[in-house]
């Protein structure tokens, strides 16, 4: 089951935190209201980001790793905390397996070696892996600095195995927790919007899975899992698929590449865009429709970065012409010649309750009345659950043991050359989201236009000015786009956001390295040439 | 496939349910409230066993998720034996403490604080405070007349120590012109009863932005940003959680400002509905206020535990997206 293991309200109990690849300070502020509770109660904070960002600046230590090290820089504190025997024996010989693959996987990564690779002082990263590892509790929280690259899965799972390693998960205050960005992130995984999972993370190939589906549905399910949204786009490049319905996405210009991306949904036989709004995707679709906003238009539930299910309600009416997403869906189905009655978000509830057990207590009522309530939840009795993997800690084990996935450091696709020499990360601003279609909307003091974020040596060595002009060109693309010097980064580094892509298409020049795995592309590192106008 | 991994099945219940350690909590004290001899934990405040008994307590500077700054005064009680009153909001319950909540001294004291503020702070949009200016038969036109406002930003460039005296023949008012310097909210001071509640919200209460604080002394003090510079040259990053907190509608989302101000206010037309905010996987809670299909502020409540009521910039002022859409053409 993929969700984060910990609540909220754990953090503020807990001695120690690593805050990996996530500025959450700014994208998730009220989460990080928890965080800081936590920090003011003592715990100690490790801010693990290339750049020193607002979230950082909170931390008792800053580590400023070089973009995509951050598997060298998470190996190396495994093997330094089994170096100095602070690994949890009784924890790995109880519930783990793979130990011994992972210790000689790591055995390499000496602090020397990740000083190198990383850029991280070797007394930082011992400093913080001994913290860890003898604090009584301690929590790992990550953002898109983590999965925004190539090998997204292989970042995940180093930062697992130090969980694992230390015993730091199935207990209170210990855990693993990727922060997610919109708000039902989660939730659309749970309900099965993965191409291989059915709702309540029952796997497509299990027929016993599939086989009570069709039951309910009457209706036959494919028992090969789905293509991922990388792939997807590259069977778009071998013709293999021609038709895309998109609902509530702005791929156009949220995709990394975006001349590839325009080129490829230019290029489709038939596309439907169901949106809110007419986005830049939308004007390519040969059929639109408008739809209501899931937030405040409709009914239902979405699910947040602690498992917790909440309702969603119809706050007010949708302008005339727009449906909600279920009415839509109800719609399409009766034109396609079944009748699935009357569009009620309830009655969808209850019969994915019936089908997924760990949602299977969630009535409609309990989630008015308890204002959410955190999966798993069993049956109508069951609170939820405060943390995942408590079976782990059970005596004896409950459950099969959780293994160990040694992985080795893979640096970014695109590598530094003296013709694109500078590194280019990207980000969100605190008062703005993703591509900009919703926050364009409101008028934000905080709003200054995209800017090109330059390290001070690296503006002094290029003769360029805050405000300046400046040209970006990756292989891919060219932006023109003013300089702001910002001393938070390192030199060698650049940044921007994907907020403003109708000013500035950041997005043309990021790669779309994919991985494998999960499909995420590689936003966060690009290699770029910056030249004065 | 039937393959028994856990990546292909979700893994089982566990035996025990998962559980926040258990603290130890103290034996619980004998005290006594008008009368009335009870228990409770010594971990309590006099305010919190006083609304467990349904004895309604005022409080102005007092939220449950603000640490206590005791300020206001109009929370205080009478523990028999203390030389000056305490306040309830604060004040912990110790063993064998006897507490009168509605004596003659805890009336006249309640009176004379709701006097003083309702003589000199604008209270037309805290019906909460006015409420208890009638509770407590508080006649604040007993001091005069309010003397003329003051001009914009000279309240704000008074020096400790440089207060005059007034004549006696007005009342000291802290009115002065409302401070409209974005389009998010405005800071109508003439209503700041100086609760601190903004101040601890912005601060490590929530926020933790230290935007805000109170500058100057006695009837000059004043919430002020750092300097007195305007908002957006501050540090402040539009949470509005300092509106959240404000008891008395000096911080004020500039829709309700507007609104008021061309008398299209219609509270009793409103409609409030809990949803989830789109803007990150946080998942706070936003009460929406609509009035028209339009929404005209939003608020979180404080017994949500994703939020314990605040938000951030997006949550709160981030809506307008979806009512800028237009109808379809006919």
């Known amino acids: 089951m993929g969700g984060g293991t910990n609540s909220y309200s754990e953090i503020e109990n807990t001695e120690v935190i690593l805050l990996w690849g996530s500025n959450a300070r700014e994208t998730h502020p009220i989460f990080f209201h928890h965080l800081l509770k936590g920090v003011h109660n003592g715990a100690k904070l490790y801010t693990i980001d290339p750049r020193r960002t607002s979230s950082a600046r909170w931390a008792d230590s800053w580590l400023g790793l070089d973009i995509g090290s951050d598997i060298a820089l998470a190996n190396a504190v495994g093997r330094e905390i089994i170096a100095a025997g602070l690994h949890h024996q009784e924890f790995i010989e109880h519930a783990t397996t793979g130990f011994e693959e992972y210790a000689r996987v790591v055995e390499s990564y000496t602090l020397e070696y990740a000083e190198r690779e990383t850029g991280v002082p070797a007394n930082v990263i011992r400093e913080m892996a001994y913290t860890y590892a003898t604090a009584k509790t301690g929590m790992i929280c990550w953002t898109l600095g983590i999965t925004e690259h190539h090998n997204a899965v292989d970042n995940v799972l180093s930062l697992i195995n130090l969980a694992l390693l230390t015993g730091k998960v199935g207990r209170y205050a210990c855990g693993l927790n990727p922060l997610r960005g919109q708000n039902n992130v989660q939730g659309g995984g749970d309900m099965g919007a993965l191409p291989d999972r059915l709702p309540g993370f029952q796997h497509v190939e299990v027929d016993e899975y599939r086989h009570k589906f069709e039951a309910k549905w009457g209706a036959t399910i494919p028992p090969k899992r789905g293509k991922n949204l990388t792939q997807m786009f590259e069977a778009m490049a071998t013709k293999e698929l021609r038709a895309l319905y998109v609902i509530g996405e702005n791929p156009l210009q949220s995709e990394a590449d975006q001349n590839h991306a325009r080129h490829l949904l230019e290029d489709l036989d038939f596309m439907i865009v169901q949106d809110i709004f007419l986005t830049r995707t939308a004007e390519l679709a040969h059929v639109v429709l408008p739809a209501a906003a899931a937030w405040c238009e409709s009914e239902g539930t979405v699910t947040n970065s602690e498992r917790r299910v909440q309702r969603v309600r119809k706050a007010m009416e949708p302008p005339k012409g727009a449906r909600d997403d279920i009415s839509i869906l109800f719609e399409l189905a009766k034109r396609m010649g079944r009748d699935w009655g009357t569009p009620n978000s309830e009655a969808i509830w209850d019969e994915l309750r019936a089908l997924s057990p760990v949602h299977a207590g969630m009535s409609y009522a309990r989630l008015e009345a308890a204002k959410g309530l955190q999966w798993p939840c069993y049956d109508e009795t069951h609170p939820g659950e405060l943390f995942l993997h408590s079976r782990l800690w059970e005596q004896p084990l409950t459950g099969p043991r959780v293994a160990f996935n040694p992985v080795e450091h893979d640096p970014p696709v695109e590598r530094l050359t003296p013709e694109y020499p500078f590194r280019l990360t990207t980000g969100r601003r605190l008062s703005e989201y993703n591509t900009g279609v919703q926050t364009a909307g409101y008028d934000s003091p905080l709003r200054r236009p995209e800017t090109l974020d330059l390290a001070p040596e690296d503006a002094e060595r290029l003769g360029v000015r805050e405000g300046e002009l400046v040209r970006v060109s990756s292989r891919r693309g060219t932006v023109d786009v003013a300089v702001r010097v910002d001393d938070c980064l390192r030199p060698g580094m650049t940044f921007m956001t994907l907020h403003f892509q109708d000013d500035v298409a950041t997005n043309v020049l990021t790669i779309d390295a994919t991985d494998p795995k999960s499909g995420t592309a590689e936003f966060k590192a690009a290699a770029v040439r910056v030249e004065r106008l | ?330």
């Open chain 2, 1 to 330: 496939m039937n393959d028994e991994s856990y990546w292909f099945r979700p893994p089982p219940r566990s035996r025990e349910l998962p559980m926040a350690p258990v603290r130890d909590e103290p034996p619980p004290v004998e005290i006594t409230i008008d009368g009335r001899a009870l228990h409770a934990s010594p971990n309590a405040t006099i305010l919190e066993v006083c609304r467990r008994i349904g004895i309604d307590t005022p409080t102005l500077c007092y939220l449950e998720n603000l640490t206590p700054v005791n300020v206001c005064r109009v929370c205080v009680v009478e523990v028999v034996g203390s030389r000056t009153l305490v306040p309830a909001c604060s004040r912990r319950v110790e063993g064998g403490m006897v507490i009168l909540t509605d004596s003659p001294r805890v009336r006249l004291s309640r009176k004379m604080v709701l006097e003083f503020l309702g003589s000199s702070v604008d209270l037309s949009t805290a019906p909460q405070a006015r409420g208890y200016l009638a509770r407590y038969e508080a006649s604040p036109t007993r001091y005069g007349s309010p003397a003329p406002p003051a001009s914009a930003n000279e309240r704000d460039q008074r020096e400790p120590g440089h207060h005059r005296a007034p004549s006696g023949e007005t009342s000291e008012t802290v009115a002065q012109p409302t401070k409209v310097d974005n389009d998010l909210y405005i800071r109508d001071y003439s209503k700041c009863i100086l609760c601190y509640k903004c101040v601890e919200a912005c601060g490590t209460d929530a926020q933790n932005t230290f935007a805000i604080a109170v500058a100057g002394r006695g009837f000059d003090a004043r919430i002020s940003t750092e300097l007195n510079v305007p908002l957006p040259d501050s540090a402040c990053v539009y949470c509005g959680n300092c509106i959240g907190v404000c008891p008395t509608g000096a911080l004020m989302f500039k829709s309700e400002h507007d609104m008021r101000k061309a008398g299209t206010w219609n509270e009793p037309a409103q409609t409030q509905t809990d949803t989830i905010c789109s803007y990150c996987g946080v998942g706070c809670t936003l009460t929406l206020h609509v009035q028209d299909n339009t929404i005209v502020k939003v608020t979180s409540p404080m017994d949500v535990s994703v939020t314990h009521g605040h938000l951030c910039i997006k949550g709160r002022f981030g809506f307008e997206h979806v009512q800028n859409r237009q109808d379809e053409p006919k």
